[in-house]
């Protein structure tokens, strides 16, 4: 069985500000180690569960985060962003069984995590009306290539939002966003369900965690700096909507991947 799994930061036990996320601060190696720790739990729990062979990507700020010293053999990183659309997910394609998202976070438009933004803290993303996370931007993408997401972890507003979009993803919640606060599980403990309950998320039927791709997209684009969305309503098929947003629609899902990742 081959297991992807896509790591951020924002939604791993305790990180709650915006310095913990960033490298080369002393605030960001705690939050570091944890990101590699949850990882290397996900990845513990995906093999004990029946997986042979392991993709990670690395998919926070500059994806060259998670120490990769201690990763078992079976598995195989990729650091940096290659700029494919496919961006978080990038490397995930049909051969693989199931997908793994760890320190995910609520999306931008929520309140639910003093972290919570969506791609970039300059602009929320609407699909459909909706204010989305990236969670849901990537299940969509990982449903391009009919690969269901297992199991998440992240902030209970994530956990939350994941249940009404498919109740049978095993979620863990990692902590709770209160305005600028958090309040988080023990590291520790974040560590040993994050592996106990990615074991149990491989013996889910693949069938039932499949997300299914809405038949259109209507995309918007809703920039904090209105002269940004007049700018980017050039991109081919956009259309500027007063004041700040950039509107685009399309039946296929690959092209919301692609203006989002030209756009935000
Ligand atoms: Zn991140």
Not at 23 to 27: F, H, R, Y
């Given at each position: 069985m081959k297991v992807f799994i896509s790591a951020d930061l924002e939604g791993v036990a305790g990180s709650t500000t915006w310095i913990e996320t960033e490298?080369?601060?002393?605030?960001y190696e705690p939050f570091q180690k944890q990101m590699t720790k949850e990882v290397e739990a996900a990845i513990e729990g995906a093999i004990a569960g029946g997986a042979t062979e392991i993709l990670l990507k690395d998919a926070h700020d500059s994806a060259r985060n998670i120490d990769i010293s201690n990763l078992p053999e079976n598995v195989k990183i990729i650091r940096g962003w290659t700029g494919h659309p496919m961006c978080m997910v990038a490397g995930l394609d049909e051969t693989f069984d199931r997908a793994i998202f760890i320190g995910y976070h609520s999306k931008?438009?929520?309140?639910?995590?003093?972290?919570?933004?969506?791609?970039?803290?300059?602009a929320d993303v609407k699909i459909n009306g909706e204010y989305v996370s990236e969670f849901l931007i990537n299940t969509y993408a990982a449903a391009i290539h009919s690969v269901p997401v297992a199991f998440v972890s992240g902030d209970v507003g994530l956990t939350e939002e994941i249940k009404t979009v498919n109740e049978n993803i095993v979620t863990y919640a990692t902590k709770e966003g209160i305005g600028g606060a958090t309040l988080s599980v023990s590291p520790k403990l974040a560590i040993k369900e994050t592996k106990r309950l990615v074991e149990d998320s491989m013996k889910v039927e693949r069938e039932i965690l499949q997300v299914k791709l809405p038949e259109k997209f209507v995309v918007e684009i809703v920039y904090r700096d209105h002269t940004r969305a007049f700018r980017n309503s050039f991109y081919p098929g956009a259309k500027f909507k007063s004041h700040n947003t950039v509107e685009f629609e399309t039946t296929e899902y690959f092209e919301v991947l692609r203006i989002l990742q030209f756009l935000t």
């Open positions: 490298k080369n601060t002393p605030d931008g438009g929520s309140h639910r995590n003093p972290l919570a933004h969506t791609l970039t803290v300059t």
